[in-house]
């Protein structure tokens, strides 16, 4: 673990009910299984769409971009504070479009939580429209590290922020983070983010997730990959894309 990251970590404790878990330690636990197969043939979008821009919200409270009826389904756990997420945002989020655009495979990213500062980020990125959810979180994580350097700047509000009631905690979280201005630069306006932070309910509903998911599938670390419903080795771009390939994606 990076000192970036025990620091986030250090800063962020606060007494809330959160599935808190070391980013990056999927990497030391063993695949399930493998998907394998022949190449797939692409999928045309509907006419006039493209499957990179398509998305919905998932049952269990993940996003999906591309065809929802993919016969490759990749799915990641991931949290809005962890470097290695971002690392892995920033080398797939352009080769990945080429195998959501064949039709062949869709992309689900679920928040893993770790802190209320990613829970807050979890709650922003919610605040757009279903299209927006993925573009969102790509722009938290590229912009990862001074969105953490702002956060520590201003360590008593924030940490003042986390102990407010339920009501308010995540809107001045944000605000104490510099969120508003950072999510209305990308569209989210601050009556848009003020709304969507006052909602206590969801904000559980998300950590519930988080808990509940993990715990089933038993991640213990973030980014944690599953194809098909199999646990994939590896959390890096250079290991998931020769899973896909493997699996029949072109």
Known sequence: MTLFRRTTLALMAAPIALALSACGSSDDKAGTGEVAGEAIAAIPAPAGQSWNETASESPEGGYIVGNPDAPLKLMEYASLTCPHCAVFSQDASGPIEKYINSGVVSYELRNQIHDPLDLTMAMLVRCGTD???????????????????????????LNAAIQADANTRYQKIAEAAGLIDFFAARGISRDQAMKCLAN??????????????????????????????????????AQIEPALQKAGAR
Do not use: C, M, R, Y
């Open 200 to 237: 206590g309910k969801e904000a559980e509903q998300i950590a519930s997730n988080s808990e509940t998911q993990s715990n089933k599938l038993d991640v213990t670390g973030t980014p944690t990959f599953f194809l098909n419903g199999k646990l994939l080795e590896g959390n890096t771009w």
């Open 131 to 157: 299209e927006s959810f993925h573009p969102l979180s790509t722009q938290v994580w590229a912009n990862l590290e001074p969105i953490i350097t702002k956060a520590q700047s201003n360590s008593a509000a």
